[in-house]
């Protein structure tokens, strides 16, 4: 007797399958991911996570009573100490990164220009146009309190002084249109002694908005901010006043990116040291903020002897300026008043922040800065090698990150690098000491990922059922009908092939009733053969499959169509 070929049905897995599938292969692939995160992240060129093997740096003491040079005493930048004894890890004491470092990359100077433009009425109409006129008066420093270019600064800071302008633009207009010379100080209102004519004329135009004056002036005014950069050439950025309240003024700068923030330190500074850091200048890439540093009083006050002493040392940079803790957190914003200088405190900030529709927010930056900073202190160069990278990276190459990657990278590998002495301190690296997660982890992803294979597999034989006639899960076989002994789509005996001569039928038990539109279609295509419908063996109702020239069940063969 002849076997009948199984007919193979589109299987169609259930939806919880498909389900269970995704789960196991998700489990497997975590279960990758994880063990790659638990292996040792000095082998990883990324940044490592923040854990308890690498703390913050303790509290260190008063700068003066230090006993070792601190790794930013040179003047191209941060340098590590020269060697260390291999051993005394343990022991060893963190050096003290100075408090200005770790907010310089957020600290920048605010510049406020004009654009004036003047017409004079002399003879005939005349008009001058003078760009990008720097009110010498204002200006200050400004810190980023947001990644998105969130800043502030002191509401004098961007004080325009109009009056000072038009003098500045009067003056140049008149000496172009009549010749009238300039006076030594820019600033001064002209005097012209001979021709009393001209004289009033002249003086009626630093009253623009006089009736009987003799020029019209427009102002435009412009702040800019120049962010703290290692870039040769770092172009200003345009900035908007968002509000102004309490002295402190809100701007919103056109950063191209993420830039490095500034924390808010608690109110409460009694009896605690600050140090100010403030821009007089333009910041380039090798410069360095200009700093001081002093103490709170009792009450959290600045004395007047520092107060004056900030005078002369941030000069037109003051304003502005801010007053940080050992760890670069604000503690106060310097906001000249008259004669005297207003300490800002941060909740006045946090309030001018709200105002404006603006809340203070730390980056990425800020945090990879802080952990390369603790790790180069401890002189794991190694590790703060990537932290400071990516600082670099996240707040558009500032400055002081730069410094420190530079100075990391140098060191890394070399005799005073501590970063092995690190990881062999903290188990790290440990021969035999510590499991091996590189190997067992990739080990579980393959293992949940085979499982979930062969899950897969057994559930699709599952569906297909046995492989020979007695399949019990495929359609029934329509009834045998005597009368007919072809099927209903005839072909020839196949060539090479011969029927046997007698073959008894197969009883049927029951009669099934089937619609002709509830049999499944069974498609074969290919170059030679166009997709065809199956049919059934008009003598015994077995399933035949398009193409073949007898019935495999009970040997009929079909002569032609």
């Known amino acids: 007797m002849t076997t009948a070929p199984l007919h193979r049905r589109q299987n169609h897995c259930h939806p919880v399958v498909h389900v269970l599938v995704a789960m196991l ?38 700068p003066d009573q230090r006993t070792e040079p601190l790794p930013h005493e040179s003047p191209d930048g941060p340098v590590s100490p020269t060697s260390h004894t291999p051993g005394e890890h343990a022991t060893m004491r963190a050096d003290r990164i100075p408090p200005q470092d770790y907010a310089a990359d957020a600290v920048a100077r605010v510049e406020v220009v004009a654009h004036v433009d003047v017409a004079v009425h002399w003879d005939t109409m005349r008009q001058y146009h003078f760009k990008s006129l720097v009110d010498t008066t204002a200006g200050g420093t400004g810190v980023f309190v947001n990644p998105s270019g969130g800043l502030v ?11 000072r302008l038009t003098v500045y633009a009067v003056n140049q207009a008149w000496n172009r249109a009549a010749g009238v010379p300039l006076p030594k100080n820019p600033y001064e209102r002209m005097r012209v002694r001979d021709d009393p004519k001209l004289d009033a004329a002249v003086n009626s135009c630093y009253q623009p908005n006089s009736p009987k004056a003799e020029c019209a002036v427009f102002i435009t005014p412009e702040v800019r901010v120049h962010p703290y950069t290692a870039a040769e050439k770092p172009n200003a950025l345009k900035a908007v006043v968002m509000s102004t309240s309490g002295g402190v003024a809100v701007l919103s700068v ?25 821009w007089p200048t333009t910041p380039t890439a090798t410069a360095r903020p200009s700093t001081m540093q002093g103490r709170y009083d009792r009450q959290g006050a600045v004395s007047d002897q520092d107060i004056d002493k900030l005078r002369k040392r941030l000069g037109a940079g003051m304003s502005g300026s801010v007053l940080v803790d050992d760890r670069g957190a604000v503690t106060g914003m310097l906001s000249p008043a008259d004669r005297s200088v207003d300490i800002l405190r941060p909740g006045r900030i946090t309030e001018a922040l709200a105002k404006s529709g603006m809340q203070a927010e730390r980056g990425p930056g800020d945090s990879s800065m802080a952990n390369g900073l603790a790790l180069y202190a ?28 530079k100075a990391a990278h140098d060191s890394t590998g070399k005799p005073n690098d501590m970063s092995d002495e690190a990881d062999a301190h903290t188990g790290h690296d440990a021969s035999g000491g510590s499991t091996n997660w590189a190997l067992i982890g ?14 897969l597999f057994v559930l699709k034989r599952r569906r297909q059922g046995p492989t020979d006639e007695t399949d019990t899960e495929g359609p029934p076989p329509p009834p045998a009908d005597p009368t ?5 789509h005839v072909v020839g005996p196949a ?35 166009p997709a065809a419908r199956g049919t059934y063996c008009g003598n015994c109702g077995a399933l035949l499959s398009p193409g073949d020239r007898f019935c495999f069940a009970c040997g009929t063969a079909f002569h032609g169509p």
Do not use: C
Request: aromatic residues 4%.
């Open 484 to 488: 007919a002994p072809t099927a209903t």
């Open 495 to 529: 060539p090479g092939k011969r029927p046997p001569t007698t073959m008894t039928p197969p009883s049927e038990p029951e009669n099934h009733e089937r619609r002709a539109g509830d049999r499944p279609e069974y498609h074969q295509e290919g170059p030679d053969r």
């Open 254 to 278: 056109a950063a191209p990116g993420k830039t490095a923030t500034v924390a808010l330190a608690a109110d409460r500074q009694a009896d605690k040291t600050w140090t100010s850091v403030g």
């Open 25 to 62: 292969l998700l489990l497997g692939g975590n279960a990758y991911v994880g063990a790659a995160l638990a292996a040792d992240p000095t082998d990883d060129p990324s940044p490592p996570p923040a854990s308890e093997h690498h703390p913050m740096p303790p509290d260190f003491p008063d």
């Open 153 to 163: 600064t002191s509401a004098e800071a961007v004080e325009l002084n109009h009056e």
């Open 378 to 405: 401890k002189h794991e160069y190694r590790h703060a090698a990537p932290w400071l990278h990516s600082a670099a990276d996240d707040t558009g190459q500032g400055a002081m990150a730069v410094r420190y990657h």
């Open 442 to 455: 990739p080990l579980i992803g393959l293992t949940v990922l085979a499982v979930a294979g062969g899950v």
